[in-house]
């Protein structure tokens, strides 16, 4: 009879402590079920767990088993701060960006891009995509598509089409890259969120491997100054704050128009002759050149060292304008205009 009393007593503390597990466990799953319903109506973009995972997380709830233990939703914030919440890898991605696309095919992605704008020219597979627009993508075109991901620059995004993008549910992310350092940054970012980091992190270690290598080529050569003609009349260029005169530094260059404090501030011709730039850029398309006409009206300023000089050259705006995995060669080829006495072959590491 003693015994069964101090096994009854024995029995007691272990059954308290198997309730208290279950309550625990059962709150805990509350708590969690909560928490992700908060954060979607709050407008964070949360991608629902299909077949399986729904039936995980109601059994979870009913057996109180912290379903959250077979999940691991992943997180990420974009270049406005946004946050944007994915379950599983995007299949179905529409890219708003030419950079962004030469990102996403440079990584090893192609079936799964299933939009694109008129302006996404490259890689060629890239012009067989659909199409959903240009500088202002069509919201039809985009739904339509059925996407799973929305891939967007700051630059070109309208206020109004995040704010239906939301609505409706599509997570959309925002890039706005700055510096070279972004893009790299925005590339293995990129894979993680597609399922392809171990491509994005070796394309962006090169990336940064030539870039350095770079920087010792420059070091102690001279910066001749070089004046970036975005327009003529009226004369537009780049400035501090814009990232096409970030690149001019990174290409041993000095940007002639560094005074001004707009991004692409407009000059007068008397601030040009007073800079003398040594050479003149111009940025063209593939398939363009500097139209004769506007040559003319630049060579009739003798006094400036690139007319006498006869540095006036041209660049593919695609590999300036573009933060993409082409901004490298960008850099090469600029590397070519201000520093010509560098051997082409130093420049590949």
Not at 167 to 191: M, N, R, S, Y
Not at 254 to 275: G, H, I
């Amino acid at each position: 009879m003693k015994n069964r009393v101090q096994s009854s007593r024995l029995c007691k503390p272990w059954g308290f402590f198997i309730l208290s597990q279950c309550v625990r466990h059962l709150v805990f799953g509350i708590v969690a079920w909560w928490a992700i319903f908060h954060c979607a109506c709050s407008g964070d973009v949360v991608l629902a767990f299909e077949g399986e995972m729904m039936k995980r997380r109601q059994q979870g709830i009913l057996t109180g088993m912290p379903f959250m233990a077979n999940v691991a939703p992943r997180t990420f914030v974009d270049d406005l701060g946004r946050k944007l919440y994915l379950a599983n890898t995007p299949q179905r991605i529409v890219s708003l960006a030419p950079s962004v696309t030469e990102i996403l095919f440079a990584i090893g992605l192609n079936e799964e891009i299933v939009g694109v704008t008129e302006f996404c020219d490259f890689p060629p597979e890239a012009l067989t995509k659909p199409k959903v627009g240009y500088a202002t993508p069509n919201l039809e075109s985009i739904v339509g598509l059925q996407p799973q991901l929305v891939l967007a620059p700051r630059s070109f995004l309208r206020v109004d089409l995040l704010n239906k993008l939301e609505q409706l549910k599509i997570p959309t992310f925002i890039f706005d890259p700055h510096t070279v350092e972004d893009i790299f940054a925005h590339i293995q970012l990129l894979g993680r969120m597609v399922g392809h980091s171990e491509e994005a992190n070796a394309q962006a270690a090169l990336m940064r491997k030539e870039l350095s290598h770079l920087s010792i080529l420059l070091a102690d050569l001279p910066r001749p100054s070089l004046l970036y003609v975005l327009n003529s009349e009226p004369l537009i260029t780049v400035g501090p704050g814009s990232f096409i005169h970030r690149l001019i530094e990174l290409a041993g260059g000095r940007n002639a128009a560094d005074q001004t404090s707009a991004p692409y501030p407009r000059l007068t011709m008397e601030e040009v002759l007073r800079q003398n730039p040594d050479i003149l850029l111009f940025p063209s398309g593939r398939q363009e050149g500097i139209p004769q006409s506007e040559q003319d009206s630049w060579r009739r300023w003798t006094t400036l060292s690139a007319v006498q000089h006869g540095k006036l050259f041209q660049v593919d705006s695609d590999l300036l304008n573009r933060p993409g995995p082409r901004i490298i060669e960008g850099l090469k080829e600029l590397v070519k205009i201000l520093h010509p006495e560098v051997n082409q072959g130093e420049m590949s590491n």
